[in-house]
T-cell receptor, first 115, second 110 residues
Framework: DAGVTQSPTHLIKTRGQQVTLRCSPI?????VSWYQQVLGQGPQFIFQ???????GRGNFPDRFSARQFPNYSSELNVNALLLGDSALYLCASSLGSGGNTGELFFGEGSRLTVL | GQQVMQIPQYQHVQEGEDFTTYCNSS?????IQWYKQRPGGHPVFLIQLVKSGEVKKQKRLTFQFGEAKKNSSLHITATQTTDVGTYFC??????????FGSGTRLQVQP
């Protein structure tokens, strides 16, 4: 079975541009979470979606948005990119639907560089 | 907000030596998870601890959850070069998000 797939794997943008990152969860997983990992730090929670509804949001500005589609895939959008948005963006899927997160299965990530 | 601190930041050991990383949360956790991230890779789930005082073993790895459910540790016995990577603890407060520590990077000298 395929794991969590993310695209693109690498991308370079300039300040002020917008980016869309895509994620397909493991088959049967209805929950998708997004995390930002800056070099040398642990992943930081951005969003969690379950059954197409936002169930959790981290401490990120409104420039960050996401959605989940009927097939449970998800997109993360970041507008008005800043240099500090350069990071590895990780998507994770899980079975968890309750308050506890459960085991997360991470994709390989999308490495965003903002120049 | 909730914070998870992890020490040490970095450890360099000789192959065969033991290794321990410690994790402390500013708030009581419903559970704690541990992940391993190889250089250039993505985090991979190792284990979840739920009960106060819980101890779990996976071959050479021993995981503990503190009595107050605010701290945890990972101990590796007789490290091998395949243990190289960054080990993260991640606290779950039941709010649909994990709060990751900053990680401990383990380097093993053959």
């Amino acid at each position: 079975d395929a794991g969590v797939t993310q695209s693109p794997t690498h991308l370079i943008k300039t300040r002020g541009q917008q980016v869309t990152l895509r994620c397909s969860p493991i088959s049967g997983h209805k929950s998708v979470s997004w995390y930002q990992q800056v070099l040398g730090q642990g992943p930081q929670f951005i969003f969690q979606y379950y059954e197409k509804e936002e169930r959790g949001r981290g401490n990120f500005p409104d420039r960050f948005s996401a959605r989940q589609f009927p097939n449970y895939s998800s997109e993360l959008n970041v507008n008005a990119l800043l240099l500090g948005d350069s990071a590895l963006y990780l998507c994770a899927s899980s079975l968890g639907s309750g308050g506890n997160t459960g085991e997360l299965f991470f994709g390989e990530g999308s490495r965003l560089t903002v120049l | 907000g909730q914070q998870v601190m992890q020490i040490p930041q970095y450890q360099h050991v000789q192959e065969g030596e033991d290794f321990t990383t410690y994790c402390n949360s500013s708030t009581t956790l419903s559970n704690i998870q541990w992940y391993k991230q190889r250089p250039g890779g993505h985090p991979v789930f190792l284990i979840q601890l739920v009960k106060s005082g819980e101890v779990k073993k996976q071959k050479r790895l021993t995981f503990q959850f503190g009595e107050a459910k605010k701290n945890s540790s990972l101990h590796i016995t007789a490290t091998q070069t395949t243990d190289v990577g960054t080990y993260f603890c991640a606290g779950d407060t039941g709010r649909r998000a994990l709060t990751f520590g900053s990680g401990t990077r383990l380097q093993v000298q053959p």
